[in-house]
């Protein structure tokens, strides 16, 4: 993993340390090729990302994070399963192979009929498990509905989304299942709904990781599960083709900070169950939007300067964090992290003809 | 190598001495209040370290620019006026720390140790009871997730699960992957405390450090144990989702730190050869060539 190579020449320890490191390489790497199957204007490469993994040896983690909130990890996005009388709601299905362990997961935490599924947004290993998941489930549903359609209306729960994820979704190449879209869509900014007596509210966050992704907040429970509005385990992948812009990702990742209150001392409260990576609480949110909006600040103020692109990588803008977020394998590199900041940065900011001498310290603002 | 020997031969020998008086029982009694002493590296821990000043410390490239682009101005963000110090950190600042054991009602078996820190009122649980360190996906906090065991007379403890910190409070940042190892021993009321943070992403080498803690043989006013933050805007035009950030290479206090303590700029940049005692020589060979310059005169 060519990513995690120092700017330095390590010594003895670092050799060391580099190796303790690995794991946490190999796991980008899951995640990268995870993510990928979403990756492009052609939506679902799914058949070629699944060929790539081995899914028999994937294992639902999973982590109880408030009240009847949790959070699975297996592979591709993680899954936020909420249960109550009323039945289940599920965030995101991962990828298809594994929504048998998937559901098997879902099972020992309620045998009440999965009701919802809700797409955070269009990628594939958030959607993979879309068709299985809603076909183990039930709708509820009466009157005209059921007279008009029949048996069908109610045979399968309902999947959530916004509406720009399945406007994307239904160009998809080779088409997905109808059964696997997300038909039941939002256009407006917010969506609230009332689900085993929990407040759930799903903000669109526009122009960020892809142009419809949505945060859901569990009121009560107080938990905000993100989607890749938010990862602890790479730098924010920036799907332009689908939307995507860095100024509306940071604008998301504040938008979070705003929604999650924590303790006197900035740790737990309310607990955010990112795309990819560990439970986190605001402080994580913090660390990541500071890190996020610092390497958009710089790169910003270069172009301003009227640098080229290899004059901006050549200062290293994300040197500090790249042992941390940064590959250079994967399809989300940190070269293309630098270059979609740079193309947005130029267009929003036209280099000066004439420069002033910029002053040292810089603000986001 | 041998530069990571030394380390580790530096950490023995650290042990070795402070745990030379210790009593014999299995189980040290290690409850009670605990009071810091702060001659060790005072300049850093109480009136606060300077800016640019990374001397002594194993750093990487990454943790320099890090550091390099840090502007206090960020902890006045009321989103980050209430962040902790982590376990590593805060055992340096002015805390008093009240140590105490649970057991087990039925078998007396020591379940924890649990520490508290004055500072940021926080709460350390160092499981005595063999169990597990949570996994990958469990959530990290200030204190971080901490198991303890006796070897002999000294404490153990390891901890993982760390939130990111600091390594040193001017902007030296320590991940949130790092690993934290501390060593634990008695000699009478004074309570030595060694530690090694092993940083995969900022750290070149591990960083070890010590701390002294005096018994205090009573308790102190209620009122001390406490901290209390409530997060305020600071700043009238500050707007959110500011992030104040020098821009690397662009520090604005720039020379300052060498010219006032007459150092050179490959000295404060930090690093593992800084913390080595051949370095002396190379500061020396410095020195020689750069004599501090006379002060000016003053001015009647």
Request: proline share 7%; with cysteine; net charge negative.
């Amino acid at each position: 993993m060519g990513g995690k190579e120092p700017a330095a020449s390590p010594g003895a320890g670092e050799e060391v340390m580099r190796t303790r490191f690995n794991p946490r390489v190999l796991r980008i790497a899951a995640v990268a090729a995870a993510v990928a199957i979403g990756a492009g204007g052609a939506v679902v490469s799914r058949a070629a990302a699944q060929q790539n993994q081995n899914f028999d040896a994937v294992e639902m983690d999973v982590q109880r994070v408030s009240g009847n909130v949790y959070m699975v990890v297996g592979a591709g996005g993680n899954t936020t399963v909420f249960t109550g009388p009323e039945g289940v709601m599920v965030v995101d299905t991962q990828f298809a192979p594994l929504s048998d362990k998937l559901l098997a997961a879902i099972r020992k935490l309620s045998d009440q009929p999965i009701r919802w599924v809700v797409n955070t947004h269009m990628h594939g290993d958030h959607i993979g498990g879309n068709e299985a998941v809603a076909k183990a489930g039930r709708t509820r549903a009466g009157g005209n509905v059921v007279g008009d359609i029949g048996q069908a209306a109610t045979a399968t729960a309902r999947i959530i989304a916004h509406e720009n994820a399945l406007n994307r979704l239904v160009k998809a190449n080779p088409p997905l299942p109808s059964a696997a879209l997300p038909t039941d869509t939002f256009f407006t900014e917010r969506r609230d709904m009332l689900f085993n007596g929990e407040a759930i509210q799903m903000f669109h966050e526009p122009a960020a990781h892809t142009d419809g992704d949505i945060l859901v907040h569990f009121r009560h429970a107080d938990v905000v599960a993100t989607g890749d509005l938010f990862t602890t385990v790479m730098y924010p992948f920036i799907d332009e083709a689908n939307g995507g812009t860095i100024d509306g990702y940071i604008k998301a990742l504040n938008n979070i900070i705003a929604i999650t209150v924590p303790s006197n001392v900035n740790e737990g409260g309310t607990m955010v169950i990112p795309g990819h990576g560990r439970l986190s609480d605001e402080q994580d949110v913090i660390e990541y939007r500071d890190m996020v909006t610092i390497v958009r600040d710089r790169i910003r103020e270069y172009v301003k300067r009227g640098m080229t692109l290899d004059q901006v990588k050549a200062k290293k803008p994300t040197l500090d964090f790249d042992r941390r977020y940064g590959t250079d394998e994967g399809f989300w590199t940190t070269s293309m992290f630098i270059e979609v900041i740079y193309k947005q940065m130029l267009a929003a900011n036209p280099p000066a003809k004439t420069t002033k001498p910029a002053a040292a310290r810089k603000g986001s603002k | 190598m041998r530069r990571a020997g030394l380390c580790a031969a530096a950490l023995v020998v650290a042990v070795a001495l402070t745990a030379g008086a210790a009593p014999a029982a299995a189980q040290v009694e290690l409850s009670g209040v605990w009071q810091p002493r702060y001659h060790e590296d005072f300049p850093e821990r109480i009136p606060g370290p300077e800016l640019r000043d990374y001397l002594g410390l194993p750093i990487n490239d990454a943790a320099r620019q890090f550091a390099e682009s840090w502007d206090p101005s960020r902890i006045t963000l009321p989103e980050e006026q209430c962040r902790v110090h982590v376990a590593p950190y805060i055992l340096r600042g002015p805390t008093n720390l009240r140590v105490w054991v649970e057991k087990d009602p039925k078998t007396q078996d020591v379940i924890a140790i649990k520490m508290y820190s004055s500072t940021y009122e926080q709460t350390r649980t160092i499981w005595m009871d063999g169990r597990p360190h949570p996994g990958p996906n469990a959530p990290h906090t200030w204190m971080g997730f901490s198991t303890g065991r006796w070897d002999g007379d000294m404490l153990i403890v390891d901890t993982t699960h760390l939130k990111q910190g600091w390594i040193r409070r001017n902007g030296i940042p320590m991940s949130d992957q790092a690993a934290y190892t501390e060593y634990i021993v008695l000699n009478g009321d004074m309570l030595s405390h060694i530690s090694v943070v092993v940083d995969p992403v900022f750290l070149a080498e591990p960083l070890v450090k010590s701390e002294e803690f005096i018994r205090s043989p009573r308790d102190l006013p209620a009122q001390t144990w406490l901290w209390v933050c409530e997060a305020v805007q600071e700043i009238a035009t500050q707007t959110e989702g500011d992030v104040p950030a020098y821009l690397p290479g662009e520090h604005p206090f720039k020379g300052e730190f060498e010219t006032k303590h007459h150092v050179p700029e490959f000295a404060i940049r930090g690093g593992p050869e800084t913390m080595y005692p051949d370095f002396q020589a190379r500061l020396r060979e410095w020195a020689a060539k750069n004599p501090r310059p006379a002060p000016a005169p003053e001015k009647k």
